[in-house]
């Protein structure tokens, strides 16, 4: 290990043990900026890859969902939707209606822009952390949150809202990005002297977000947690699930229980 290699580690573990401490969601770094999950999966290398195995996996769950509820129009909510990946293979499928939601109102123009079924997608610009908070929120049929939950919080409060928001019966799946190739992506990506910078950058962040109690700078690490814990976390939040560690993320869905009286 190179001193720029061992320099980034620790700046790392740092920043994630502070973050962990204190994690201020940077809702208005991503409210400024678009990410287009489309161009990562049509870009070539391992990256590419890995979005587009991350859809595949999801795509399965939504296939088994769909096929089991033949015949039921179902009502989505694609949470934290960016240019609407999601959005669409939920429409391919046959689902009647999505609600997706961003906080990127350039993100939901691209979305719109894309999308041919327009009359059956709404787009809302909210942070989805506000969409539990009246008092009978609407419920959906699917609650997806796709490479997002890990951006919104503490894990196991975003968790209960996406518990909160899906029907009895309903699917509720996503996948949580991860801490434990985070390094290793960001050194393929950006090279080591890029990756110490944005090491040290997130430190930074993470130790200003954390003693002023807000998104100071533009923090958008947000993978603190490995994937054992996040597998953890996931248990504790959903009575059966079924969770999958992949190299980068670790992916669930769980059918949501009828609450409790
Ligand atoms: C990594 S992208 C994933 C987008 C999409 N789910 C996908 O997989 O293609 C994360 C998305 O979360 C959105 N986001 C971050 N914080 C949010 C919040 N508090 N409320 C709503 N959207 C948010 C960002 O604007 C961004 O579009």
Same mark, same amino acid.
């Given at each position: 290990?190179?001193?720029?290699?061992?320099?980034?580690?620790?700046?790392?573990?740092?920043?994630?043990?502070?973050?962990?401490?204190?994690?201020?969601?940077?809702?208005?770094?991503?409210?400024?900026?678009?990410?287009?999950?489309?161009?990562?999966?049509?870009?070539?290398?391992?990256?590419?890859?890995?979005?587009?195995?991350?859809?595949?996996?999801?795509?399965?769950?939504?296939?088994?969902?769909?096929?089991?509820?033949?015949?039921?129009?179902?009502?989505?909510?694609?949470?934290?939707?960016?240019?609407?990946?999601?959005? $669409?293979?939920?429409?391919?499928? &046959?689902?009647?209606? /999505?609600?997706? @939601?961003?906080? %990127?109102?350039?993100?939901? +123009? !691209?979305?719109?822009?894309?999308?041919?079924?327009?009359?059956?997608?709404?787009?809302?610009?909210?942070?989805?952390?506000?969409?539990?908070?009246?008092?009978?929120?609407?419920?959906?049929?699917?609650?997806?949150?796709?490479?997002?939950?890990?951006?919104?919080?503490?894990?196991?409060?975003?968790?209960?809202?996406? $518990?909160?928001?899906?029907?009895? &019966?309903?699917?509720? /799946?996503?996948? @949580?990005?991860? %801490?434990?190739?985070?390094? +290793? !992506?960001?050194?393929?990506?950006?090279?080591?002297?890029?990756?110490?910078?944005?090491?040290?950058?997130?430190?930074?962040?993470?130790?200003?977000?954390?003693?002023?109690?807000?998104?100071?700078?533009?923090?958008?690490?947000?993978?603190?947690?490995?994937?054992?814990?996040?597998?953890?976390?996931?248990?504790?939040?959903?009575?059966?699930?079924?969770?999958?560690?992949?190299?980068?993320?670790?992916?669930?869905?769980?059918?949501?229980?009828?609450?409790?009286?």
């Amino acid at each position: 290990m190179n001193v720029l290699d061992g320099g980034s580690r620790t700046a790392e573990y740092l920043g994630r043990r502070i973050a962990e401490w204190r994690f201020v969601p940077p809702v208005d770094y991503w409210a400024g900026r678009i990410w287009d999950g489309d161009g990562f999966e049509a870009a070539s290398g391992d990256l590419a890859r890995a979005y587009q195995s991350e859809r595949e996996i999801i795509r399965s769950s939504l296939e088994d969902y769909v096929t089991h509820t033949r015949g039921r129009r179902l009502f989505a909510l694609d949470a934290a939707c960016g240019t609407g990946r999601y959005t $669409r293979l939920l429409l391919d499928l &046959g689902v009647e209606h /999505v609600t997706s @939601v961003d906080v %990127s109102t350039a993100s939901l +123009e !691209l979305l719109r822009g894309r999308t041919r079924d327009a009359e059956r997608v709404s787009c809302v610009l909210q942070d989805v952390r506000l969409l539990g908070a009246v008092p009978d929120p609407p419920t959906y049929d699917i609650v997806l949150c796709c490479d997002a939950i890990h951006h919104l919080g503490d894990l196991t409060e975003v968790l209960h809202l996406l $518990r909160r928001m899906a029907k009895p &019966g309903g699917l509720i /799946v996503g996948d @949580v990005w991860t %801490s434990d190739n985070y390094a +290793e !992506l960001q050194a393929e990506r950006r090279g080591a002297t890029k990756r110490f910078s944005s090491s040290m950058h997130f430190l930074m962040a993470a130790l200003l977000n954390g003693l002023a109690n807000r998104s100071v700078m533009s923090a958008s690490r947000s993978q603190l947690h490995t994937a054992c814990e996040t597998e953890r976390l996931l248990r504790q939040a959903f009575p059966e699930v079924l969770v999958r560690q992949e190299k980068f993320w670790v992916s669930f869905s769980t059918i949501a229980e009828a609450p409790s009286p």
